[in-house]
């Protein structure tokens, strides 16, 4: 590890600076370094008060959204070689940030929980566990199986200038979610998570950007689902209009 | 719990030069503008052909003034730009699927080209044999 790059972090520490400021580091790099190895090594060995969350370094538990030169990455799946001399590492956009690379998520949180993720049936025939299970044909499962691959990380609502507008806005993850579990043959819950997703501030705050889609580091295509949950949001509100 | 102080991020004015993404949606939104130019032609021309045939001579020389021709092929020029950044959507938000397959991106967008493109070549033989 003979080369080192100069690296800017964008630091914010609101005990001694109101105002979030830029530190340069030099931090020595190869073929296989990350920006997340680059910032443990800054954190190691050159400055140990830099915050940042990471945990399982291999794109799974999504921790470690970071804005690489404005751009929203993962830093375990992002390597310091793709860039020139220009290395600007700062918090994930459209959050508010509470120290140095920490956003607070708590909105993004909530927006995942307004969709209902999980599997609603309230049926008199479903299924009682034990021998009892539900069945799934891999065609069922095709239909939903790329929308649940979200790892949660937030990159897409950093890249959505809609969300950077209006925070009420469901997002793209929460709505992919609520698509997941919609298009699932087990699920029953549809009409309960519709009301949310038919809302301005569900599926109709889009205006089909589609950089969540190019940032996604799982290829969840987002974009794709906050479009079918626009035509499934249309019916919605055209059969309940009908029913009167 | 009290959350810690926070720093909030204003979004600039100029997000959208950020990143050439948001520059090409800027740019397709954009299109809208001479196709409501194309728009407000259309119905000058009906409200012509009901006011008699003088509103009507008159509205065909505004439509062959060539500024007027140039605007129109700007028009056409961006809603061929509009289709072809949406065409590639379509398969995405309404994937057509078959068993447990799902029919390929590009079967679909060539489809839908394929649809413009006769559509155009009907229009120009109709409008070549009535002439
Ligand atoms: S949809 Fe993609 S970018 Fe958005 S939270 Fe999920 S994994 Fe991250
Ligand atoms: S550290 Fe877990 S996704 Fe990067």
Not at chain 1, 4 to 23: A, D, G, N
Not at chain 1, 50 to 57: F, G, I, K, N, P
Not at chain 1, 81 to 89: A, C, N
């Amino acid at each position: 590890m003979s080369q080192t790059k100069s690296i800017r972090v964008q630091r914010y520490l609101p005990e001694q600076e109101p105002e979030p400021f830029w530190q340069n580091y030099e931090v020595p790099f190869d073929e296989s370094t990350s920006i997340l190895d680059a910032l443990n090594y800054i954190k190691d060995e050159l400055d140990n008060t830099l915050s940042y969350r990471w945990s399982c370094r291999m794109a799974i538990c999504g921790s470690c959204g970071v804005m690489v030169n404005g751009i929203p990455k993962l830093g375990c799946k992002t390597f310091l070689r793709e860039y020139g001399t220009r290395v600007d590492i700062s918090a994930l956009a459209h959050f508010p940030v509470e120290r140095d690379l920490v956003v607070d998520m708590d909105i993004f949180m909530e927006h995942l929980e307004a969709v209902k993720p999980y599997i609603i049936d309230k049926s008199k025939g479903r299924p009682t566990g034990e021998s009892d299970t539900y069945r799934q044909t891999p065609a069922q499962m095709a239909r939903y199986h790329q929308f649940s691959n979200c790892i949660n990380c937030g990159l897409c609502y950093a890249a959505c200038p809609q969300f950077g507008l209006n925070n009420q806005f469901l997002g793209p993850a929460a709505i992919t979610l609520a698509q997941r579990y919609n298009l699932d043959n087990r699920d029953k819950g549809k009409r309960e998570r519709m009301a949310a997703l038919s809302e301005h501030d569900g599926v109709w705050s889009c205006t089909f950007v589609g950089f969540c889609s190019t940032v996604c580091p799982k290829h969840v295509d987002p974009a794709a689902a906050v479009n079918q949950g626009k035509i499934e949001a249309a019916k919605y509100t055209l059969i309940n209009l009908l029913n009167g | 719990m009290q959350k810690p102080a926070s720093y909030r991020p204003s979004m600039s004015r100029r997000w959208w030069l950020q990143h050439q993404h948001f520059v090409l949606y800027m740019l397709r939104e954009a299109t809208v503008v001479p196709l409501v130019f194309f728009a407000g032609c259309m119905i000058a021309g009906l409200w012509a052909l009901n006011s008699g045939a003088e509103a009507w001579v008159s509205w065909q020389a505004f439509m062959a003034n060539p500024l007027v021709i140039l605007i129109n092929l700007l028009t056409l020029a961006a809603s061929l730009f509009h289709a072809a950044t949406f065409f590639p959507l379509m398969p995405r938000v309404m994937p057509i699927r078959i068993g447990a397959k799902t029919l390929p991106v590009n079967a679909i967008v060539g489809g839908m080209w394929a649809v413009v493109a006769i559509i155009a070549i009907a229009l120009v033989a109709y409008f070549i044999w009535r002439a």
